[in-house]
């Protein structure tokens, strides 16, 4: 049976109980783990109730929570008999308020924290400083950039300085660069203290670009140009050395106001240039495999130690050569004379196609001008066709010379295909200049000079009217022969020459007088065959003594020749 206690005695014991929740309301206490309840912590903190936590709020990120029943830990009171009678306490407020109370004297203080990244997110890493998450910014991980990947940083311990602090809106940004500022300021100047021109120093790589490589001396960058990375030409720095490689330099020029260093690799070894003439002279012939092929030739890696190098016009006998990769194949083995060795391009000029006779000096052996030969079609453009004649000479065929018919000629260099056989004729050869012209028309004569052979220049000959226009006359004379009659020429007396005395496919007379050799046509006139008969007619009836006019001695002839008809 309780004791009866009195009214006041009553107020004392609930007013303690306020005092009790009052004062620990909002404040950090230490409580006990009484249970662990699937994903709830139970925790005795010494009140009428006890508090629930998550079970996630003892877990820091990246890590398992670690805790048992009866452990004992700083917990944060938010609410003491809440609404729903219980305790509302917080794991995560009291770490994070022990931590910003810590963290907020090294902001003031300048001192170094310790902290562990767990995240990469857009444009740095989210860190963990002892239960509170900070941002490290990607230009605020490395002075001198070498971290290629910053996945190597998670989960690893950094020392870092606070940079930015801001509890209200719980932002708090770090960096790791600001440390290691101070430390490469150190470093720089005790390495420029130590570095003279001709020094050896050993050094980083911190990246690479077409035109050299940029080493990292521990605080002091400098560039190595692509021309003082080796003695042989290369590609590419890349093809050599890699982002992060640990390699020795030598000081070649140190600028001590702009602590600018200029670095070769090339010169820690002797240059095997000097050595090149005692190894290869002119004429040599060697072996060699090909590194790279380009426009103007191939270049060629000789003895690992030279760049060698055979011109494009001293690859094959060809006059026209093909492209390079089509003669020789990458590290393909090549036996090749040495022609020259070039001091100013440090380079050893080498020939493929000396190793062989000159096919040109053997030309004239198998064939003569006006030869007659089979042979195959090796290439078709828009002037003419290449053809096979011998060895590495091809000769060509200009598109006026594939037929004695100049409008049948583009015809015909449509016909021909690369490949197909063709007969073709030697026109001319030039040893000299190491050209052979060739034609497939002069196979056969040419019908105009047979023509002419028959009809010399004076000759009368007849022909049909092929064409009239203002100009004069188009006459077929025979099969793919023409002739054309100017205006002024189709009679002696001005006023006969015209046109529409004409007809097409009337029969007409006319005289040779020349041959358009360019244009193959035959120029005619009928005022010049008029003149001549003239002359004739005069020379056998008459003579400038006997008192005959011209019209008498005419006359006379149509008369005779009017008898002899009738």
Known sequence: MPENISNIEYEKLISKSINIKDNKSKSIVEGEIVAIENDMVIVDVGLKSEGRIPLNEFSRPGVKPEIETGQKLNVYIENVDSINGETKLSREKAVKQKAWNFLQDCYENNKVVSGTPYNRVKGGMSVDLDGVTAFLPGSQIDTRQIIKDTKELLNKPLDLMILKMDKYRGNIVVSRKAISDV???????????????????????????????????????????????SWKKIGHPSDIHQLGQTINVKVLKFDEELSRLSLGIKQLTEDPWVKVNDLYKADDIIKSPVLST??????????????????LNELTWLKKPPHPSKVVEIEQQVEVKIIEIDDEKRRIICSLKQLKDN?????????????????????VVDFGVFVKVHEEIDGMIHISDLSWDENECPKKLSEYKKGDPVKVKILDINIEKERISLGIKQIDNDPISDYILSNPKKSKVTGIISEINEKGLMVKLAENINGFIKKSNLAKERSDQKTDRFAVDEKIDSMIISIDNKSRIVNLSVKEMEIDEE???????????????????LGSVLDKKNNDNA
């Open 535 to 553: 002359k004739k007619a005069l020379n056998k009836y008459g003579s400038s003594d006997s008192g005959a006019s011209l019209g008498d001695i």
């Open 183 to 229: 430390e490469l300021k150190e470093q720089r100047a005790e390495i420029l203290s130590t570095i003279k021109e001709g020094s050896v120093v050993e050094g980083k790589i911190k990246n690479i670009t077409d035109y050299g490589i940029f080493v990292d001396l521990g605080g002091v960058d400098g560039l190595v140009h692509v021309t003082d990375i």
């Open 359 to 379: 096919p040109w000096n053997q030309l004239t052996k198998k064939y003569n001008i006006n030869d007659i030969f089979e042979t195959e079609i090796v290439n």
């Open 294 to 311: 380009n426009d103007q030739g191939v270049f060629l890696s000789i003895n690992d130690d030279f760049e060698g190098f055979i011109p």
